[in-house]
């Protein structure tokens, strides 16, 4: 009887969690609290987008083990903005516990990584595109190609889906959200702006928040970090234009959830 009882919990438990980790209907964009870094989620049924993966101290696995289901081991696109270790430094990681499928960088990567997974390079004007979601790049290391800061060759872009578009700024730099207003390759509105170099005061220019003007800025950034990121210079510019601001050191993780279908 006792065996029959277990059973027959056991069996309701398995239920349970089949029934949690059935693909969703909705788009979700999950901005990962991984400390001074930047990696961000998007999932739409089984089907995932990783951009960056922060610094190298598994959190990005955290985040990743957290939202994807248990049973799903792939990743369709891993796209690394820039070399730099707080985006790529869990790039490794990532390979070494899911397939993926197609990966995506600005040509820029550090040999660890290069020598050991090949990467498209991106250039300004592709598209990642699939059925639901797009990711039109806006800026790469094409237009920097003589230039020593890193930041100014990283892979920004409009994610969009439906009706609704994110900037996803890598870790551009002011003159750069400059040249792309001035050229108005940036001209439309946004609803979301994931902010450059974690808060630097060295981007989030007030010329890009007039032509975005988004609804809400994250900041992925760490708690009590060296940096003093993010800066008081910017989070004044967010406040002065009513933009909603979430932060991971306080609010870590930050979903955005919408439903499609």
């Given at each position: 009887m006792k065996f029959r009882i277990v059973l027959f919990l056991s069996l309701i438990f398995l239920v349970v969690i089949f029934w949690i980790t059935l693909p969703s209907k909705k788009v979700k964009v999950i901005f990962c609290d991984v400390g001074q870094g930047d990696a961000t989620l998007v999932m739409y049924k089984n089907w995932q987008m990783l951009i960056d993966a922060g610094p190298n101290n598994k959190k990005v696995l955290t985040c990743l083990e957290r939202n994807i289901p248990f049973w799903d081991k792939r990743i369709e696109v891993f796209l690394i903005t820039h070399g730099d270790s707080d985006h790529s430094g869990g790039a490794l990681d990532v390979f070494n516990y899911y397939e993926v499928v197609n990966f995506y960088s600005n040509g820029d990567?550090?040999?660890?990584?290069?020598?050991?997974?090949?990467?498209?390079?991106?250039?300004?004007?592709?598209?990642?595109?699939?059925?639901?979601?797009?990711?039109?790049?806006?800026?790469?290391?094409?237009?920097?190609?003589?230039?020593?800061?890193?930041?100014?060759?990283?892979?920004?872009?409009?994610?969009?889906?439906?009706?609704?578009?994110?900037?996803?700024?890598?870790?551009?730099?002011?003159?750069?959200?400059?040249?792309?207003?001035?050229?108005?390759?940036?001209?439309?509105?946004?609803?979301?702006?994931?902010?450059?170099?974690?808060?630097?005061?060295?981007?989030?220019?007030?010329?890009?928040?007039?032509?975005?003007?988004?609804?809400?800025?994250?900041?992925?950034?760490?708690?009590?970090?060296?940096?003093?990121?993010?800066?008081?210079?910017?989070?004044?510019?967010?406040?002065?234009?009513?933009?909603?601001?979430?932060?991971?050191?306080?609010?870590?993780?930050?979903?955005?959830?919408?439903?499609?279908?």
């Open positions: 990567l550090s040999k660890e990584i290069e020598q050991k997974y090949y990467s498209i390079k991106l250039n300004t004007f592709d598209v990642i595109k699939t059925n639901m979601i797009n990711f039109d790049v806006v800026n790469s290391a094409q237009n920097y190609k003589n230039s020593m800061d890193s930041n100014e060759k990283s892979i920004a872009g409009i994610l969009s889906y439906k009706d609704m578009k994110i900037f996803m700024s890598g870790d551009i730099t002011i003159d750069v959200e400059r040249r792309l207003v001035w050229q108005k390759i940036l001209k439309d509105k946004v609803d979301i702006l994931k902010v450059s170099h974690h808060g630097s005061k060295e981007a989030t220019s007030d010329e890009l928040l007039n032509v975005l003007s988004p609804k809400m800025a994250v900041i992925s950034v760490g708690l009590k970090n060296k940096f003093g990121h993010p800066t008081k210079e910017v989070l004044d510019r967010l406040k002065e234009k009513g933009i909603k601001i979430k932060r991971t050191d306080i609010n870590r993780e930050v979903h955005v959830v919408d439903v499609i279908e």
